[in-house]
């Protein structure tokens, strides 16, 4: 297992286009997170997964942002009609939980949007 | 609201001293508190864990405290080296919600 793995690395988009990230978390992991993060600031949540359930999803983000985990694996983001205020960091991490026992975060290292 | 402070000043130190990062948090109870190590352009690192039962954790020159009663977590790093050189980001956990929500991140430069 070579851990969490994001594609792309890097996308450069016209505003009003729409575009799509993917993240292959490390297999044994339930959980799944995306968060994103800007010049200078620590990373902010946007949505998590327990397997292929959502549970949770960012008040700050807007109804052009939905994701995905089909068949709990990998899961997708995707946004739509791209502002460039969406230029960020979009970073996926995934977790294990034994129970009541939390083992941290293991994040990818990705993927950096250029909304133009 | 929830807020998280660290140090928004970059912290520069001399090679071989402790290095000592601050984290404040307000409207929290966290069940859990995380530290990360993130260098530029790359997701962050996970470091340590500590629970709301553990005073104190250490792992190798890593050492994380967590006072509960003063909402604090303190995060020290001994005999710094230039190689520890980043940004760390504390991270608690609120009750209740399995997603930890992250401070903007210290800067640690360690001088040769």
């Known amino acids: 297992d070579t851990g969490v793995s994001q594609n792309p690395r890097h996308k450069i988009t016209k505003r009003g286009q729409n575009v799509t990230f993917r993240c292959d978390p490390i297999s044994e992991h339930n959980r799944l997170y995306w968060y994103r993060q800007t010049l200078g600031q620590g990373p902010e949540f946007l949505t998590y997964f327990q397997n292929e359930a959502q549970l949770e999803k960012s008040r700050l983000l807007s109804d052009r942002f939905s994701a995905e985990r089909p068949k709990g694996s990998f899961s997708t983001l995707e946004i739509q009609r791209t502002e460039q205020g969406d230029s960020a960091m979009y970073l996926c991490?995934?977790?294990?939980?034994?129970?009541?026992?939390?083992?941290?975060?293991?994040f990818g290292s990705g993927t950096r949007l250029t909304v133009v | 609201s929830q807020k998280i402070e660290q140090n928004s000043e970059a912290l520069n130190i001399q090679e071989g001293k402790t290095a000592t990062l601050t984290c404040n948090y307000t409207?929290?109870?966290?069940?859990?508190l995380q530290w990360y190590r993130q260098d530029p352009g790359r997701g962050p690192v996970f470091l340590l864990l500590?629970?709301?039962?553990?005073k104190e954790k250490r792992k190798e020159r890593l050492k994380v405290t967590f006072d509960t009663t003063l909402k604090q977590s303190l995060f020290h790093i001994t005999a710094s080296q230039p190689a520890d050189s980043a940004t760390y980001l504390c991270?608690?956990?609120?009750?209740?919600?399995?997603?930890?929500?992250f401070g903007t991140g210290t800067r640690l430069k360690v001088l040769a």
């Open positions: 991490a995934s977790s294990s939980m034994d129970g009541s026992e939390d083992y941290g975060y293991t």
């Open positions: 991270a608690p956990r609120p009750s209740g919600t399995y997603k930890y929500i």
């Open positions: 500590i629970r709301e039962n553990e």
């Open positions: 409207n929290y109870s966290p069940a859990y």
